[in-house]
């Protein structure tokens, strides 16, 4: 079955740095969305890319969806505390696969 | 507020008993996810309905089930419960299957003792 893998697991980030996470999925997807989940709550939904070689932003956020269809990054720029939290991509196929996350950390 | 209701928020229970837990979908949403997060561990995806049948399992325990009620409300019922099901569980609702936004609830905290 389809597996969604996401390096790294952990982030550890100075504020004001960029950073990136990645996202790999076994199978070709139809989708790829985007959450995140800050400590002590829930999954909140950031972005769905669909189109092949998609690049999206919010703000300082960079969404990309990968040619193949298999792989996606984020990408933030100029980190800031309001940024902690676990990033989670998520396969589009109906069972909506989540990946383990990424888990940030801001150091002021 | 997302509009997806869990209930109860936190449950704590004795190993072997058997718990209920209850979600309402947003208004109009008619597929429904089930997640199990253990401590810093990510969404393990275990059961989805859509409009009251089953579409998808993921590596759900035999222990546990779940339905979607005509009116969409979902249910996952955890039996024979041990130590290890001590998790957050998640519900999620969305329009149609596998796109589009998830909608999640804030989750139950089940504590087995």
């Known amino acids: 079955g389809q597996q969604v893998m996401q390096i790294p697991q952990y982030q550890h980030v100075q504020e004001g740095e960029d950073f990136t996470t990645y996202c790999n999925s076994s199978t070709t997807l139809s989708n790829i969305q985007w959450y995140k989940q800050r400590p002590g709550g829930h999954p909140v939904f950031l972005i769905q890319?669909?189109?092949?070689?998609e690049v999206k932003k919010q703000k300082r956020l960079t969404f990309q969806f990968g040619e193949a269809k298999k792989n996606s990054s984020l990408h933030i720029t100029a980190t800031q505390t309001t940024d902690v939290g676990t990033y989670f991509c998520a396969g589009g196929d109906y069972k909506l696969s989540f990946g383990a996350g990424t888990t940030v950390t801001v150091r002021a | 507020d997302s509009g997806v209701t869990q209930t109860p928020k936190h449950l704590i229970t004795a190993t072997g008993q058997r718990v209920t837990l209850r979600c309402s979908p947003r208004?109009?949403?008619?597929?429904v996810y089930w997640y199990q997060q253990s401590l810093d561990q990510g969404l393990q995806f275990l059961i989805q309905y859509y409009n009251g049948e089953e579409r998808a399992k993921g590596n759900i325990l035999e222990r546990f089930s779940a339905q979607q009620f005509p009116d969409l409300h979902s249910e996952l019922n955890l039996s024979s419960l041990e130590l290890g099901d001590s998790a957050l569980y998640f519900c999620a609702s969305s329009v149609i299957l596998g796109n589009g936004e998830a909608f999640f609830g804030q989750g139950t905290r089940l504590t087995v003792v």
């Open positions: 890319l669909v189109k092949s070689g």
């Open positions: 208004s109009g949403d008619l597929s």
